[in-house]
């Protein structure tokens, strides 16, 4: 089906009531894309345009640490990785893609990534997968500071 006209044309001969206003709003609600094809444009849905998403995994993930040399630091809910100029993102992507989900989300510049969490103890299972970081894996209680003539301050 090229057009809405077309659609409405379709399924009201199979008995169905609709109007061009409804065939729009369910156009609109399914996601469907209007796509060119050879014998002229067509509806599909996404997932048919770009394909079906590869499932989860953490081959590539495994990949990129083992060849990518990565320093890992925690700060509260974050944790901060910093690996070769050019590399960030690479990585954030393939954290995206891999099974991990305890994160909220990343955000890469050119060689340092933040992966961010929502709870204390999630940025740990990231830690530990990623070669040196197991050592920041538990946040460090924080120190106190003594001032001369002052109050501690934490």
């Given at each position: 089906?090229?057009?809405?006209?077309?659609?409405?044309?379709?399924?009201t001969?199979?008995?169905?009531?609709?109007?061009?206003?409804?065939?729009?709003?369910?156009?609109?609600?399914?996601?469907?894309?209007?796509?060119?094809?050879?014998?002229?444009?067509?509806?599909?849905a996404?997932?048919?345009v770009?394909?079906?998403?590869?499932?989860?995994?953490?081959?590539?993930?495994?990949?990129i640490?083992?060849?990518?040399?990565?320093?890992?630091?925690?700060?509260?809910l974050?944790?901060?990785?910093?690996?070769?100029?050019?590399?960030?993102?690479?990585?954030a992507?393939?954290?995206d893609?891999?099974?991990?989900r305890?994160?909220?989300?990343?955000?890469?510049?050119?060689?340092?990534l933040?992966?961010?969490?929502?709870?204390e103890?999630?940025?740990?299972?990231?830690?530990?997968?990623?070669?040196?970081?197991?050592?920041?894996?538990?946040?460090?209680?924080?120190?106190?500071?003594?001032?001369?003539?002052?109050?501690?301050?934490?």
């Open positions: 089906m090229g057009s809405q006209r077309e659609l409405v044309e379709a399924l001969s199979q008995g169905f009531g609709v109007t061009q206003a409804t065939v729009s709003r369910d156009i609109t609600e399914l996601g469907l894309l209007k796509v060119p094809r050879a014998d002229g444009p067509t509806y599909a996404p997932e048919d770009a394909g079906a998403p590869a499932a989860p995994s953490d081959d590539r993930l495994r990949r640490l083992a060849d990518v040399p990565v320093r890992v630091g925690r700060s509260g974050i944790l901060v990785l910093t690996g070769t100029p050019g590399t960030a993102s690479v990585v992507q393939a954290i893609e891999s099974t991990l305890e994160q909220e989300g990343t955000l890469a510049g050119d060689n340092t933040l992966v961010l969490f929502a709870d103890a999630a940025p740990g299972t990231l830690a530990r997968s990623i070669p040196g970081g197991a050592g920041v894996a538990r946040p460090q209680p924080a120190m106190t500071h003594r001032h001369p003539g002052g109050p501690s301050r934490t």
